[in-house]
């Protein structure tokens, strides 16, 4: 046990030198400046593919002034989905495109790889767009790649558009600790429509499917933002204590109680949703990070991250009314359909813990490997997802046996997992990767990518599957 505990003690100090690794890349919120996320769709031949490299991007002022962006997809090679291609910090005001330099491209066909010419000055891109202080601006920029070929040259073939914002009941989002936003998706499309600005580190969030009301918690700002989800506009803060540090936010089935989990302070906030006000607090572990409310709504587990229980809490009540033991900092959990199965992993233990409900004693174990980072139940199938770190997949367990019974393959490892009732797929957010997986649950097949921003820590969807 202390050996396990000493390496998760090890991996998380590892991740959390990672992150703030990353985090330093990003000055902070945005306040004067302007950002602008350049996406890129390519549409290629039927019997061929072609690659290239970027070399630079930069934006062009309607002045003629050049702002250089860094580059996220410096090698594109046979992408479909919609891809990031650049972003950057921008003065506000007009634009009137990009200036791109390719460094290489080649094109593959029957096999076959031949080296394509391609342009030795930059190419300027027409795509206009303006952009406010302290806002962002998502342009996309269609490549064809039939228009783009002439002989053994590439000269792309570019054409521009602002994404639409997608209908409330097809959005989805997902919140970047590192680049202090939020990114609205098409989660039927699956492209980004949208890109908020948000206080420091926004974490945590839920949505109201019937008001659309979205719930953001500011993690480095103490408090709770809310969003008119279908019209993007913000509604209220709900402010909280000086070093709660919240987490993860969760809704009451019945959408009378917001539960915050407050990190810094490892106690849980019991939020009016009308009034927007704190109407009381519990004390739990140490370090709550995560939050999951059993299906009747009558009670929250909370996971502590520096503890070795779930505390539990009566939201009638507003009480914590007892603790659940398990392995070193359980991570997160996921309860069945029936509401009869507590299932949780933790980032001390090797091991997945069954616990019966409502009496939360043990009633199963089963080894999912070192450093899981997330776990899912499919109430339409009771089948449990438990994202394994260092795999890159996804493994799919019998709930009965507990025995793995199959995989599913992703980019990266996963930290959070959702699921989309409409469309049948599942999201997997990948942190390494700054981007979300969508993965058809039927076929096991990988759909799209969809870029997110450095550090995601959470995604929510309209029309979840939970």
């Known amino acids: 046990m202390r050996a396990i505990r000493a390496a998760a003690l090890v991996i998380a100090a590892m991740t959390m030198h990672c992150l ?74 007009a634009y009137s495109g990009f200036s791109l330099k390719l460094a290489g491209a080649s094109r593959t066909l029957a096999g076959n790889t031949t080296p394509l010419r391609v342009p030795d000055a930059p190419l300027a891109v027409e795509a206009p767009f303006s ?22 040259s590439l000269s792309p073939s570019l054409r521009p558009s602002i994404p639409p914002r997608p209908l409330p009941q097809l959005s989805g989002w997902c919140s970047s600790a590192g680049q202090h936003e939020l990114t609205l998706f098409d989660r039927r499309a699956r492209t980004v429509a949208e890109v908020w600005p948000m206080g420091r580190a926004p974490w945590g969030l839920a949505l109201d499917p019937v008001q659309y009301r979205l719930y953001a918690a500011i993690s480095g700002e103490d408090e709770v933002r809310v969003f008119d989800a279908a019209a993007g506009g913000e509604l209220g803060r709900i402010r909280l204590q000086p070093g709660d540090g919240p987490r993860e936010v969760v809704l009451s089935p019945d959408r009378r109680t917001l539960l915050v989990a407050n990190s810094g302070s490892n106690t849980v906030s019991f939020v009016d949703p009308a009034s927007l006000l704190e109407t009381a607090r519990v004390q739990v572990g140490e370090a709550p990070t995560a939050l999951l409310v059993d ?46 199965r507590l299932y949780v992993v933790s980032q001390g233990s ?43 997949r996804l493994a799919l367990f019998d709930p009965f046996s507990l025995m793995p019974i199959d995989f599913v393959d992703l980019p990266g490892d996963a930290s959070y997992l959702a699921i989309d009732d409409a469309e049948n797929t599942m999201f997997g957010l990948m942190p390494e990767q700054r981007a979300a997986a969508v993965v058809d649950l039927a076929t096991k097949q990988l759909l799209a990518v969809i870029d997110v921003g450095l550090d995601p820590r959470m995604l929510v969807l309209a029309g979840e599957r939970n």
């Not at 009540?317 to 359909?337: E, F, K, Q």
Request: charged fraction near 20%; charge should be neutral; proline fraction near 5%.
């Open 350 to 392: 090797p091991y997945m813990t069954a616990y019966s409900l409502p009496d939360q004693a043990q009633a199963g174990r089963v080894y999912v490997g070192l450093g899981t980072l997330a776990v899912k139940v499919d109430p339409a199938s009771d089948l449990l997802y438990v994202a394994q770190g260092g795999s890159h």
């Open 131 to 152: 952009v406010g202080r302290a806002r962002a601006a998502v342009v996309r920029l269609d490549l064809d790649i039939s228009a783009s070929l002439e002989g053994l």
């Open 20 to 93: 703030a690794g990353v985090q330093r890349t990003i000055p902070g919120p945005l306040e004067a400046d302007a950002e602008v996320h350049v996406v890129l769709r390519v549409v290629q031949q039927q019997d061929a593919t072609v690659a290239f490299k970027v070399a630079s991007i930069a934006a062009v002022r309607a002045d003629g002034a050049q702002l250089p962006l860094e580059v996220r997809l410096p090698e594109v090679q046979g992408e479909l989905s919609p891809r990031e291609l650049a972003w950057g910090r921008i003065e506000p005001g």
């Open 295 to 340: 299906r009747a709504g009558n009670r929250a587990y909370v996971f502590n991250a520096r503890s070795s229980f779930v505390s539990v809490v009566d939201l009638a009540r507003r009480a914590a009314v007892g603790s659940i033991a398990t392995d070193y900092a359980p991570l997160r959990g996921a309860i069945n359909r029936a509401g009869t």
